[in-house]
C-alpha cells in the first residue's frame, strides 16, 4: 500500500527520521479506518447468513493469522503422502534376500544403479531349462545362488559368460534327447574329433547304449553300453561295459589282446578324457556358459532319462517361497539385466504363457522368448515375465543345424562364439545414441564421465560400451502427444504436443521416476492446456492445502476471455469466522518467459462490488487476504504463478511465450529451444502417447540405460491418462512387452 514514506522514498527523497513516526502515524490514520471501513461493509452484507454459514474457526478461537513464510513452509498433504510413498518404495528396494534357508548380503551401499548386493537367489520347478538347442536338462525342482562372475558386475541374461549356478538342491534329468546333444553336438562336434554322429539311449536297468562312429583310417560304426557314476565330485564316469565295432562284439577280443577303449580312441579335451574304458567328464563342463556348480550325490537311469539327485548339504529342503510360481523360476536379489533393463534387487518370476504344455526356456534365445511374451508389475516392483515355451515358437527349428567347434578348443566352442557374436551386435544396437543426440551429451553427462567416454575402447570391460550401468547418451528426452497428464490426482494438464528432457539434478545419475524431487523437466518446446478443473484442483487440492488461509474452495469459469473466480474469503487469513463467497474477474497473461499473472478487475464480495472502493481507498487485496505459496503469491492487487515451481514437483521449466483463456482451458505456449534435440517417436506410436528416449531412466525398482520406451493405452483411440504420482498403479494394471532390441511398449490398457 502506498503512503506518504513510501511515495518520498520512490521520488528519492530522503526521510528525515524525526519525521518518520508522523508519516507512519498518517499512514495508520490512513489504512485503519479504510480496512475497518471494509470490514464493517462485509460484515454488515453478511449479518444475515454469518450465524448459519459453515466455519472450521470460530470467532471465539481466532488464532494469530499465519506470517508469509509460515504459509509457504505449510506442506500440502499431497507432497507428504508423496514422501511417504518414496519410503515405502525404498524400503523395497533396501531389502535384503533371505529364502528357504539361503541368504545374500549388501556388500556396497545402495544406489540407484546399484542395489550393492553380488549374486541372486533362483528357484525353479518343472522347467525344461535348454543352455541353446537341446543341450540343457529337465529341471523337477532346484535352488540355487547366481553369482556374478565379476565382482560388482550385474548378471547378464545375454551374456552367459557373465554368471555361474551354484545348485544347492534339486532333482534334474537327461533325457535321450539331451544327453545325445550334449555327446553329438558338444562333447565330441569339433574340428579333428575321433567320434561322430553319436547318439545315447539311456535305458530300464540303469545302463546307457552310446550310438556312433569312431575314426580308425576312416569311419567305423560302434556301439558302447555302460553305466554313468560319480568318481568324485567334479567327474562324472561314463564305463563301457560292452563295445561293438562294425556290428561285431569286441569284449572278448579286446580282453584277450588287453586292449582298452583309450587304445582305440584318442579323447583328451578340456571337458572329457578316455582313460582304460572310462570316459570321464568334469561336471562343471558338461553344457556350455554359464558355469554349473552341482554336487552329484544319486544317478537313476532308466528309459525316460538319466535323473540326477543334487546336494551340496546348504539346504534340508527346498521351502517353496508364496511368490513361487506352479511352474518356471523365481529369481530373488541382485542386479540381472536382459537387453535394456537391469531389475535391481530383483523379484522376478519366470511363468508359461500357456499354464498346461511343458515349459521350455532357451537362454541362448531368451530374446525371442521375451519379445513373444510380456511383462507384468505388482506396485511394489515384483516384475512376472510371460513366456511362450521355446519350442512353439517359428524360428525354433533353425537351431537343429549343426555347428563344429575348433580343433585347437577340442569341443564344439562355435555356440560359445556364436552367442557372444549375437550378443556384440545386440549391444551395438542398445547402446547406440543417434548423432543427432550426441549434440546433447555435454549438457547431460559430466565431465569426467565424457572424458572416460571419450577414450574407451569399446573392447575394454568396464569402459563406456560396455558398463551394464551407464549408457553414453542426453538424459532421456521425451516427447507427448495428446495426453492428459497428471502430476497427481487431478492436477495436470492436456499436452497437445510437447517436447521436454528429464534432467537429474546430480548431473550423471538416472532418472528415478518415482522421486520428482530428484529430477527437473526443462520444457523444449511446445503447447498444452491447463482445463479449469485441474487449476481448481491445484488450488484446492494443493495450494490452498494449509491452515489458517485466506481463500477457499475455488472455482474457474472463462467468460469472454477473462476469468472467473469464485470462492470463498476470509481477511487476513482468519477474520470473520466464516467464509465469505466472493467473486473476482479478470486476465490471465504471460508476464514474462517464466511467470503468469492473474490480475482480477472486478471483485464482489457477499455480491457487493468491491473493488472500486478498495482502489479509491488504495488498499490492495494482499493486504487484506495474504496469500504466499511456493509457486504463486498474491503481490499488491494480482496473482503472480510462478510456472516452474506452481505445480508438485518435478520443476516444470520452460520459456513461455503465450497465456490465452479459452473455454477448455488456459492454453500456454512454450517457445521452441534454437538447436535442441528432441525425441523421435516411432513409427505407428499412435494418436496419444508418451515417448522416452535416450539416457538412463529409474522406474518401478529397474533401471533402463539408452531408453526407448512407448507408454501408450492400447484399448481406447482417445486421449491417455497418465498420473505422474501413480504411474506404478496404472501400469501395474496392464502389460510392458519388450521387442528383440530392448525397447519397451508400456501398454496401460487393463489386462484381462
Known amino acids: 500500500m502506498r503512503n506518504a514514506e513510501v511515495g518520498a522514498e520512490a521520488r528519492g527523497v530522503a526521510v528525515d527520521e524525526p519525521e518518520r513516526p508522523r508519516l507512519q502515524a498518517a499512514r495508520s490514520a490512513r489504512v485503519v479506518p479504510a480496512a475497518m471501513l471494509v470490514t464493517m461493509a462485509l460484515l454488515v452484507s453478511a449479518c444475515a447468513d454469518a450465524s448459519s454459514s459453515a466455519s472450521d474457526a470460530s470467532p471465539g478461537t481466532q488464532s494469530p493469522a499465519p506470517s508469509s513464510a509460515q504459509a509457504a513452509a505449510a506442506r500440502p498433504a499431497l507432497e507428504v503422502a508423496k514422501e511417504r510413498q518414496l519410503a515405502d518404495e525404498q524400503r523395497v528396494a533396501a531389502r535384503v534376500p533371505s529364502i528357504s534357508g539361503l541368504t545374500e548380503q549388501r556388500v556396497r551401499p545402495l544406489t540407484l544403479r546399484d542395489s550393492g548386493i553380488d549374486g541372486s537367489l533362483m528357484f525353479a520347478r518343472d522347467v525344461d531349462f535348454r543352455v541353446t538347442g537341446d543341450i540343457g536338462f529337465m529341471i523337477h525342482s532346484m535352488a540355487a545362488t547366481l553369482t556374478p562372475t565379476h565382482a560388482g558386475a550385474p548378471i547378464v541374461f545375454d551374456d552367459p559368460t557373465s554368471v555361474s549356478i551354484d545348485v544347492h538342491r534339486g532333482d534334474v534329468t537327461l533325457d535321450s534327447a539331451k544327453l545325445t546333444a550334449i555327446f553329438n553336438l558338444y562333447l565330441f562336434q569339433y574340428q579333428g574329433s575321433p567320434l561322430r554322429n553319436m547318439r545315447v539311449v539311456p535305458q530300464d536297468g540303469g545302463t546307457l547304449r552310446i550310438t556312433g562312429e569312431m575314426h580308425r583310417d576312416s569311419w567305423v560304426p560302434i556301439v558302447l553300453a555302460g553305466t554313468l557314476s ?84 546348504t539346504l534340508h529342503d527346498i521351502v517353496w517361497p508364496a511368490t513361487m510360481p506352479p511352474r518356471g523360476m523365481l529369481v530373488e536379489g541382485g542386479d540381472v539385466k536382459f537387453m535394456r533393463s537391469m531389475p535391481m534387487n530383483i523379484d522376478m518370476a519366470l511363468t508359461p504363457i500357456d499354464t498346461n504344455a511343458p515349459f521350455v526356456l532357451d537362454l541362448y534365445r531368451y530374446r525371442e522368448q521375451m519379445a513373444a511374451g510380456y511383462f507384468t508389475f505388482d506396485e511394489a516392483g515384483a516384475l512376472d515375465v510371460h513366456l511362450p515355451s521355446y519350442n512353439t515358437l517359428t524360428g525354433a527349428a533353425h537351431d537343429s543345424v549343426q555347428q563344429t567347434g575348433s580343433a585347437s578348443a577340442r569341443f564344439n566352442d562355435s555356440f560359445i562364439r556364436e552367442q557372444q557374436a549375437s550378443l556384440a551386435e545386440a549391444r551395438l544396437q542398445w547402446q547406440h545414441v543417434p548423432q543427432d543426440l550426441r549434440t546433447a551429451e555435454a549438457r547431460a553427462i559430466p565431465v569426467g564421465t565424457r572424458a572416460a567416454f571419450a577414450g ?128 473476482m474477474s479478470g486476465t490471465i497473461v504471460a508476464r514474462d518467459e517464466r511467470h503468469l499473472v492473474y490480475a482480477p478487475t472486478s471483485v464482489k464480495v457477499l455480491g457487493v462490488p468491491q473493488a472500486g472502493l478498495l482502489r479509491a481507498l488504495d488498499i490492495p487485496l494482499a493486504s487484506l487476504t495474504p496469500f504466499v505459496r511456493k509457486g504463486v503469491a498474491l503481490q499488491g492487487n494480482e496473482l503472480v504463478f510462478d510456472q516452474y515451481t506452481v505445480f508438485p514437483p518435478p520443476v516444470l521449466q520452460g520459456h513461455l511465450v503465450s497465456a490465452t483463456v479459452t473455454d477448455e482451458g488456459l492454453v500456454l505456449k512454450f517457445q521452441r529451444e534454437s538447436g535442441a534435440v528432441v525425441a523421435r517417436p516411432p513409427a505407428g506410436a499412435g494418436g ?14 529397474s533401471l533402463v540405460t539408452n531408453a526407448r520406451t512407448l507408454i501408450r493405452d492400447g484399448s481406447s483411440s482417445g486421449v491417455m491418462k497418465f498420473d505422474l504420482y501413480a504411474y506404478r498403479r496404472d501400469v501395474a494394471l496392464g502389460i510392458v512387452r519388450m521387442a528383440k532390441d530392448g525397447s519397451l511398449d508400456v501398454d496401460l490398457a487393463r489386462r484381462k
Open 230 to 313: 560319480m568318481r568324485n565330485a567334479n567327474e562324472l564316469v561314463f564305463h563301457a561295459d560292452h563295445v561293438e565295432v562294425a556290428g561285431v562284439g569286441a569284449d572278448k577280443l579286446m580282453q584277450a589282446a588287453h586292449v582298452k577303449m583309450a587304445d582305440l580312441l584318442k579323447v583328451d579335451t578340456p571337458i572329457a578324457r578316455l582313460e582304460g574304458d572310462d570316459v570321464v567328464m568334469q561336471v562343471a563342463k558338461l553344457t556350455p556358459p554359464p558355469a554349473l556348480r552341482m554336487t552329484i550325490t544319486h544317478i537313476d537311469t532308466s528309459s525316460a532319462g538319466v535323473r540326477f539327485t543334487l546336494d551340496d548339504r
Open 456 to 583: 574407451a575402447n569399446g573392447a575394454t570391460p568396464g569402459s563406456a560400451l560396455t558398463d551394464e550401468r551407464h549408457s553414453a547418451g542426453p538424459a532421456p528426452l521425451i516427447h507427448m502427444e495428446n495426453v492428459d497428464f497428471f502430476v497427481s490426482g487431478r492436477i495436470g494438464f492436456h499436452v497437445r504436443s510437447l517436447d521436454a528432457q528429464m534432467v537429474p539434478k546430480k548431473p550423471g545419475q538416472p532418472v528415478d521416476l518415482d522421486d520428482p524431487e530428484q529430477y527437473d523437466i526443462r520444457i523444449i518446446g511446445g503447447e498444452v492446456v491447463e482445463p479449469w478443473p485441474a487449476m481448481a484442483a491445484l488450488f484446492n487440492e494443493y495450494l490452498l492445502d494449509y491452515a489458517p488461509r485466506s481463500l477457499n474452495d475455488l472455482k474457474l469459469t472463462p467468460e469472454n476471455g477473462a476469468l472467473q473466480v469464485t470462492g470463498g474469503i476470509k481477511l487476513w487469513n482468519h477474520f470473520p469466522g466464516v467464509w465469505l463467497p466472493t467473486t
Open 688 to 701: 496419444s502417447f508418451v515417448w522416452i528416449e535416450s539416457g538412463d531412466i529409474k522406474m518401478f525398482d
